[in-house]
Structures are given as structure tokens and as C-alpha cells.
């Protein structure tokens, strides 16, 4: 009978052994594949693995341990998101908005500005023609006195230009051809204003029914509603 001897993983010698007790000594885990057998006979020491054949075993590894607890399984990782991140979702949206907000900045603008202008402009004017009536009082009341229009060489008026005010650049007051109503021309006062500045501004009083007339050459738009023409 054939006497086997293994070494330990601290090359320690046990045995003799009988095949039967290799064998059991391989069930339950104490020798294992790579565990260094030697039997009369051969030349050095061998692997069990190498003598599993002549020693009735599987050539593969003892079986794993039983009755502990499986192991946990370990859940995979989830797969990388695909797709755009948040920021360069963000980055495109905000692209697609600039896109067509600017077409739209634009055509306010090109509607709000020229609208803008003219109120200006319309607001100028009337601040000239309310400055002008200011001065109507003073015509009714020489009409009434003296029975004829009244001029700037008349006693209670003053040269033109010293009427100058915040709106108006100077008012002449005389007769006006044509209607031969007693009235007054005031010139606005504008520099800034292409469309405004040195244009007259006429105001005429119908005596038969006591109401005063207003015109001008500037645009109609620029005027308020009782001076257009």
C-alpha cells in the first residue's frame, strides 16, 4: 500500500497517509489543489492536483463550504446617463431664446421709437401753444377797448422778441390778412427740434362768437387735435 505525506503551507511534513485518508483530508478542505503530495517512488514533490487522477479525485477544486450565509449580492453600478447634460440643455434654450427675441427687440423698437419721438414732439408744441394763450386776454381786452386790433408798438405791449419765454421765441400781435381777425403769431422755441423750432404758431379771435382759432405749418401729428388742419 502506498503511503502519502503532504506539506502545509508552513512546509511542515505530515503523514503517512493512506489514499482513503488523502482523500478525506481533501473533502473537508485541508488539502487543497496546490497542496504538495509525496509518495515512495517519486522524485519530488507534486501538487494534489497532479496525483487527483491516480487518487480517485477531481482534478478541479474541493467544494466551497456550506451552510454560511450566501454573500450579498452587489448591485451594478447604473449605466452612464445618455444625452445632453443640464447645462448644455440650458446653454440651447437660452440660444433658441436670444434667436428670437432679438428680431422682436428689434421690431418694438422700430415701432416704439418713432412713436416716442412724435409724443415728444407733439408735447412740445402744445407747451408752445398754451405759453401763446396766455397771452389772448390781453388782445380781447384792447379789441374791446379800443375797438381795433392791437400791435406791439401799442401802450400795454412790448416789442416781440421780449416775450420770449420757455417755449416761445418771441409773439407778434396784429391783424391777420386775409381773415382780418386781431390775433397773435408766436414763434416756438426748440433748437433740438428740426421739425418744431422757429415754426409759427397763430392764434385768431373770431369777436362775433368768441372763440379763438389755432393753426400752424408744422405736421399734424406733431400738434394737438384743435390746431390741425
Not at 119 to 141: C, F, G, H, M
Not at 144 to 147: E, L, R, V
Not at 211 to 221: L, Q
Given at each position: 500500500m502506498i503511503q502519502w505525506y503532504y506539506a502545509d503551507p508552513q512546509r511542515q511534513q505530515h503523514g503517512p497517509f493512506s489514499a482513503d485518508e488523502i482523500r478525506a483530508l481533501a473533502g473537508?478542505?485541508?488539502?487543497g489543489p496546490t497542496t504538495l503530495l509525496w509518495h515512495a517512488?517519486?522524485?519530488d514533490w507534486r501538487p494534489l492536483s497532479v496525483h487527483a487522477a491516480a487518487l480517485g479525485l477531481s482534478a478541479g477544486p474541493p467544494p466551497l463550504c456550506t451552510?454560511?450565509?450566501?454573500?450579498?449580492?452587489?448591485?451594478?453600478?447604473p449605466p452612464p446617463a445618455r444625452g445632453l447634460s443640464g447645462c448644455?440643455?440650458?446653454?440651447i434654450v437660452l440660444a433658441v431664446v436670444a434667436v428670437v427675441a432679438v428680431p422682436i427687440i428689434a421690431i418694438l423698437a422700430a415701432i416704439a421709437l418713432p412713436a416716442y419721438k412724435d409724443?415728444?414732439?407733439?408735447?412740445?408744441?402744445?407747451?408752445?401753444?398754451?405759453?401763446?394763450?396766455?397771452?389772448?386776454?390781453?388782445?380781447?381786452?384792447f379789441l374791446?377797448?379800443?375797438?381795433h386790433c392791437p400791435t406791439n408798438d401799442d401802450e400795454g405791449f412790448l416789442p416781440a422778441e421780449q416775450y420770449a419765454g420757455q417755449a416761445v421765441s418771441s409773439v407778434v400781435f396784429g391783424e391777420f390778412e386775409g381773415s382780418n381777425l386781431c390775433g397773435l403769431e408766436a414763434t416756438i422755441e426748440a433748437p433740438a427740434e428740426d421739425d418744431l423750432h422757429g415754426y409759427p404758431i397763430w392764434l385768431e379771435y373770431d369777436s362775433g362768437s368768441g372763440?379763438?382759432?389755432?393753426?400752424?405749418?408744422?405736421?399734424?401729428?406733431h400738434l394737438p387735435v384743435e390746431c390741425r388742419g
Open positions: 473537508n478542505g485541508t488539502l517512488g517519486e522524485s451552510g454560511g450565509a450566501p454573500a450579498a449580492a452587489v448591485p451594478a453600478a448644455a440643455i440650458s446653454a409724443y415728444t414732439l407733439r408735447s412740445k408744441a402744445s407747451a408752445a401753444i398754451v405759453e401763446a394763450r396766455t397771452y389772448q386776454p390781453q388782445v380781447i381786452a374791446d377797448a379800443q375797438g372763440t379763438w382759432e389755432c393753426s400752424s405749418e408744422i405736421a399734424d401729428k
